[in-house]
């Protein structure tokens, strides 16, 4: 596993595959809740504001053809319907993990000047 | 850092909004380009085939405004204009390993394909 371009100069088209897949419009925060455990359309729904019924629905038809979630039907009345991730799809806590190092380091502006702040007056006391 | 919902049972915006950003359609793979080190715009179309160059345009500006790519412009004669990604850019590293990571694991049926042949060639040696 190597970062290096492949195929001469072109980017690996398996990476290309994986990064529009994950980060397509609302799967990463979809794969975020599912990554907690297994959910119903309506968790999901609620976990992640904005997100339309219909987007929702298509974004997990997506990922169940692509092996990352599993649909399970529980036979009781009313039916209940879970939504889970497959080993496929749990092995992307990895990208989570990094996704949320970077977003925490580098997207919390506020975060940093407080830090800054800190660091700016404890060099003066 | 966590991979917990916040604000209630939401998904960390911040989480959400990297998440977007990084999977942009053709971002991922620019920055993966980038990431090998600075380029002139002709390098990062040829490593990418079926990118435009709009929409290459269109991305690396995007970038410059989120202070992922610094563009600097060398005064000679013609001009020569390169892309680079600053410190919070190559801070992406992360990210794009994780992704590679995963998608060399689960990405390529052929190759796992070829270890299962090896492990059932294994266990009837």
């Known amino acids: 596993m190597t970062l290096e371009r492949e195929h001469g100069n072109a980017v690996c088209p398996l990476y290309h595959r994986a990064v529009e897949l994950v980060g397509r419009r609302w799967t990463g925060a979809i ?3 599912l990554l907690q455990g297994s959910c119903r359309f309506t968790d999901i729904a609620h976990a992640v504001p904005g997100l339309s019924d219909r987007l929702l629905s298509e974004r997990l038809k997506e990922l169940e053809c692509e092996g990352i979630v599993m649909r399970t039907v529980h036979p009781e009345t009313p039916v209940r319907i879970e939504y889970q991730l497959t080993e496929k799809g749990r092995d992307l806590s990895g990208v989570a993990e990094a996704v949320t190092r970077w977003a925490t380091h ?13 660091r700016e007056l404890a060099s003066v006391r």
């Open 106 to 118: 580098w997207l919390a502006p506020d975060l940093d000047d407080a830090s800054v702040t800190e």
């Open 31 to 33: 794969l975020m809740v």
